[in-house]
């Protein structure tokens, strides 16, 4: 089978399978659609158990970034990267600057970034042989969970303003589900405006910290998605809203950081049955990656965090697009963004 014929290829414009056999690089980079830019993605290193796997998760992996990048209103498209070996064992120099030789022969067609398995030194290693490179420390913008968690703080004001008609997040009830990165941070920005905060983490150390410092109410994780609460924040897993989760659900908003939240994409319409707004994934944690588009000599925090907040606005029109054509929010959000790059734009959009 070619990957044209793959069931997840949706008219991708190229896919470099690269191989160097000196340090054992076996890579797949995907280029979804660069009418909006030239395309920006991390990469994932995952001990894939076949090639066949990897290039399914290039191939999803990337689409998903043209999207991302469409609604946060980047002059960027899709692309993502995928290296196949165990981020606990297989990680050398020699790897990495292999990969940085590979993303720079596309000549910026491709910037990479960091991803699940991949963290800030290996991408610097990769930055000594490309300057396609974002996510790195010097001139960069470093960790991008700060930024995420601003967004989807952002995010859940919009989200509270339409479903509850309330401006302030004072007295509300959220439950945040992992206080790792994103969560903790996320976790500050609500006790600070007054939120209730109920939090849950699997690593006891992670957990005690967010209930001393924000005086929240711990929960077992196995329950922080039924807890009667205002909103529920899922800032872990994916795949939290699933047929025998949807039932329990009392929130009346969801809202938070983790990526593919919805089991199935029938779910956001399953959300829409219950009357739960949904904050499409995709689009509330988008922060990370505005605070990256800026980096550069001249990278302005507050100009970048400007830009993250407006989360709230493009969530708004999203959940006010999805009431006038009584669609889910998800569909609706993914309508917008193909709207957004399925025609070439003819200057750059990003960073007002
Ligand atoms: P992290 O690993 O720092 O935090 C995740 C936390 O969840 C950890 O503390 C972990 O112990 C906890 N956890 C794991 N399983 C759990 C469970 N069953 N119940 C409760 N807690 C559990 O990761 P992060 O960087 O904070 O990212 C969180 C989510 O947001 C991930 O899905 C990630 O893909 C997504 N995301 C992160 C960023 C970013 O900037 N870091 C950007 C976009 C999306």
């Known amino acids: 089978m070619s990957v044209f014929e793959h069931r997840e290829f949706d008219g991708h414009e190229q896919v470099v399978f690269c191989h160097d056999s000196a340090s054992g690089l076996k890579a797949i980079i995907a280029i979804h659609n660069t009418n909006r830019g030239p395309s920006l993605g991390g990469c994932r290193m995952w001990p894939y158990a076949s090639g066949a796997e ?16 469409a609604l946060a209103g980047l002059a960027y498209g899709g692309g993502k990267s995928v290296i196949i070996g165990d981020p606990r064992r297989d990680k050398s120099e020699a790897l990495f600057r292999a990969m940085g ?3 720079d022969s596309l000549g910026g067609r491709y910037t990479v970034a960091e991803d699940v398995g991949i963290s800030v030194p290996d991408v610097e290693i990769m930055a000594q042989e490309s300057a396609h490179v974002a996510g790195i420390t010097s001139g960069g913008a470093g960790d991008p969970s700060p930024a995420t968690a601003y967004g989807v703080y952002m995010g859940i004001k919009a989200a509270a ?9 004072r007295g509300l009830r959220v439950a945040v589900q992992g206080v790792g990165h994103v969560g903790y941070y996320l976790c500050r920005h609500l006790a600070a405006e007054g939120a ?9 150390d992670t957990l005690d910290r967010a209930v001393r410092e924000f005086d929240a109410r711990a929960m077992a994780p196995e329950r922080i998605a039924a807890a009667a609460v205002d909103v529920y924040a899922p800032c872990a897993l994916g795949a939290v809203i699933n047929d025998a989760s949807l039932p329990d659900l009392q929130a009346k908003i969801v809202a938070g950081s983790a990526n593919n939240q919805l089991a199935e994409a029938r779910h956001g319409e399953a959300l829409r049955q219950r009357g739960i707004l949904y904050a499409p994934d995709y689009v509330i944690n988008a922060g990370g990656i505005i605070n ?7 990278y302005d925090a507050t100009k970048a965090f400007a830009h993250v907040a407006k989360i709230h606005d ?6 006010h697009r999805a009431d006038a054509q009584k669609v889910a929010t998800s569909e609706a959000a993914d309508r917008l963004a193909e709207e957004r790059f399925r025609k070439p734009v003819e200057k750059a ?4």
């Not at 990897?54 to 991302?68: E, F, I, P, V, W």
């Not at 303003?161 to 997040?169: A, Q, Y």
């Not at 209730?196 to 006891?204: H, K, M, N, R, S």
Request: proline residues 0%; contains cysteine.
């Open 196 to 204: 209730e905060l109920i939090v849950a983490d699997i690593a006891e």
């Open 314 to 319: 493009t969530l708004l029109e999203i959940f």
């Open 54 to 69: 990897a290039l399914t998760d290039a191939l999803r992996l990337s689409r998903g970034m043209t999207y991302k990048s």
């Open 292 to 298: 990256i588009s800026h980096e550069g000599s001249g």
């Open 101 to 103: 030789c590979y993303v």
């Open 161 to 169: 303003r339409h479903r509850l008609g309330v401006d302030s997040l």
């Open 349 to 352: 959009t990003q960073a007002a």
